[in-house]
């Protein structure tokens, strides 16, 4: 098997890891990639403007049809006749991506008789979440029916899948992982008796950080010696500093700013426990959390609001479970972890001993490896 990954231009180190155990993979990355072109120790192709335009000038009348075909959208393919070389060379027989435009482009070429199976790697928690965009749902309605089988990363993307009205036969559920090498207890003496609550993520509104600030502004009088710590930028830094110090904790609130992958181990070592607050939107809901998958990898009670995936992701454990926007729900969760280091221990244990079954990214993808070779022998 011949496999190649797209995810137009947003291939991160936590997507990438997920094939690292699979052979024979090529990356079809863009010099533009966001998180860089050092994400996977497989082969990459560089996918440039300069050879883009090329391909325009020796082949303009082809371009202006495919421009005719996509109805003068320009950013509705991805590196078309580019990718359309290496699928007509056998570059690759199977293709899995988890981005529109490349599976636009793919699906299209399906279409004019390449020879691959094409899959797409969904992790759409809201059911028929293209229609919020014009693009997304026209590529949506041109590209499903080319999809030989899509891959849900949680079981509640699975049957959102199912009520869109996915054939139950097209689609196989594979967590995605986080690697359990880095991301482990790190057993080390406390240093003080602060009790550490964090966050990690974008700085945005729907992850739901102002919950958190209320939730630590209500256990203050209980809990003196608690720090909340935000680690990650975004829109929203400067709204939560305002409102740490109208709530009166400036003092006990730390934001980081962005900090290398390298360093959370130690912040999730630091840490007693560590809470995603996300919010519900009409078009976005949180999917699986790869930051709740590496804490709970730490050893650390991962607090969750009931949002998208999020509760399976957890293991559906009701004490690390609240109510989307509800800070006083979510500051009980934090009082009974703090006040009970029995049950600290147990969430703990419960947390990493579930990511460990389940959200191993060498595991998971040999699972990922043998569900994409099944699917390309035909069987």
């Known amino acids: ?18 094939f690292d155990s699979i052979p024979d993979t090529t990356f079809f990355l863009s010099e533009k990639n966001k998180s860089g072109l050092n994400i996977t120790p497989h082969r990459v192709h560089l996918l440039t403007k300069k050879q883009q335009l090329r391909d325009y000038l020796k082949s303009p009348l082809k371009a ?13 393919d991805f590196f078309y006749q580019e990718v359309e070389r290496s699928a007509a060379s056998g570059e690759f027989d199977v293709a899995l991506t988890g981005s529109d ?3 636009h482009t793919l699906a299209s070429l399906k279409a004019k008789g390449h020879k691959f199976k094409l ?10 979440v293209d ?3 014009p693009r997304s749902l026209a590529i949506r309605q041109a590209a499903f029916p080319q999809v030989d089988l899509f891959v849900a990363i949680t079981d509640t993307c699975r049957r959102v899948l199912l009520l869109e009205g996915i054939p139950e036969e097209k689609i196989v559920h594979v967590y995605p992982g986080v690697d359990t090498e880095v991301f482990q207890p790190r057993p080390q003496p406390k240093q003080d008796d602060v009790f550490r609550i964090l966050f990690v993520g974008k700085l945005v509104s729907w992850k739901g950080c102002y919950t958190l600030l209320y939730a630590a502004k209500a256990l203050l009088s209980e809990i003196p010696n608690l720090e909340l710590m935000f680690v990650g930028q975004g829109a929203q830094r400067q709204g ?3 409102a740490a110090e109208l709530l009166g904790i400036k003092d006990r609130v730390k934001f980081t700013g962005f900090l290398k992958y390298d360093a959370l181990p130690d ?5 007693d426990a560590f809470v995603l607050p996300a919010l519900p939107a009409i078009n976005l809901a949180e999917q699986f959390g790869f930051v709740v998958a590496e804490a709970m990898a730490c050893g650390l009670p991962a607090v969750v609001s009931r949002v998208g995936g999020l509760p399976e992701v957890v293991g559906g454990r009701e004490e690390l479970i609240f109510t989307p926007g509800d800070f006083h729900e979510l500051a009980d969760r934090l009082r009974a972890i703090h006040a009970s280091k029995q049950l600290a221990a147990e969430l703990g244990q419960h947390c990493l001993a579930h990511a460990r079954a389940h959200y191993d990214a060498n595991k998971n993808g040999l699972v990922l490896k043998a569900v994409l070779e099944k699917m390309e022998q035909g069987k």
């Not at 098997?1 to 997920?18: E, I």
């Not at 899959?119 to 028929?128: A, Q």
Request: charged share 30%.
């Open 1 to 18: 098997m011949k496999l190649a990954v797209f995810k137009d231009y947003g291939v991160g180190r936590y997507f990438a890891q997920l």
């Open 64 to 76: 202006w049809r495919r421009l005719k075909e996509n109805d003068n959208d320009k950013k509705r």
């Open 101 to 103: 435009r490349s599976l």
């Open 119 to 128: 899959v797409y790697w969904i992790p759409f928690t809201i059911p028929f």
């Open 131 to 133: 229609m919020f965009d």
């Open 240 to 242: 939560l500093e305002q």
């Open 267 to 271: 912040i999730y070592a630091q840490s």
